[in-house]
């Protein structure tokens, strides 16, 4: 059996799911955000699925922001516990991409299907196949009032059903999830990949 763990550390991965306390996009704390905070917490679907949301602030142009969320070929160099990826479909309204991901204990393989929603504002992501059992998720590229910044809000959504306590799947989701936003901003905005 898998464990809840890996799932969740997959899904920080690809879906972003983050967890924290403290401010939330709503009542953003823009200086925190312009300062280089990643925003996380725990959020639920109204069917009761768990989830998580990131947000953070980016120095660059929506364009730029909207060519890295759908640059597929540099997803293994942005999210380092990507083995693999193949691109199955991608046109205008979307893509069909297919993973190989190694987490803690466990490699996983699922495709998920990413519809650009709102080209250059919104796209979201569901499972088609594969291991885990549900996941979701969304990235949303939001205006700030600084109109060289946006933020980036990530949200992710896994049914892991698991024995695992779920405060030790949600520590580890905490660090991953700041990882993950680090990197991609680092990514977006040009500068060097932390090792």
């Keep these: 059996m898998r464990w809840t763990w890996d799932v969740a550390c997959i899904a920080l991965l690809i879906l972003g799911t983050f967890f924290v306390t403290g401010t939330t996009v ?16 725990a959020v639920k679907r109204p069917d009761g699925v768990p989830g998580l949301r990131a947000s953070f602030a980016v120095a660059a142009p929506r364009e730029r922001i909207w060519t890295v969320l759908l640059d597929y070929a540099n997803f293994p160099k ?25 987490a803690v204990m466990s490699k996983y393989h699922y495709v998920l299907y990413r519809h650009y929603d709102e080209p250059g504002r919104r796209l979201t992501w569901t499972r088609v196949a594969g291991d885990l059992k549900r996941m979701e998720g969304s990235w949303e590229i939001r205006d700030t009032p600084r109109s060289e910044v946006h933020m980036l809000v990530y949200e992710s959504y896994i049914d892991i059903g698991s024995i695992i306590p779920k405060a030790l799947v949600r520590m580890e989701a905490m660090r991953k999830a700041r990882e993950m936003g680090e990197r991609l901003r680092n990514w977006i905005e040009g500068h060097p990949m932390p090792e």
Excluded: M
């Design 26 to 41: 709503a009542g953003s704390d823009w200086a925190g955000l312009f300062a280089g905070d990643v925003v996380v917490e």
């Design 78 to 102: 942005i999210f380092p516990d990507i083995h693999n990826l193949r691109v199955l479909t991608h046109n205008q309204q979307g893509a069909q991409i297919e993973y190989w991901v190694n």
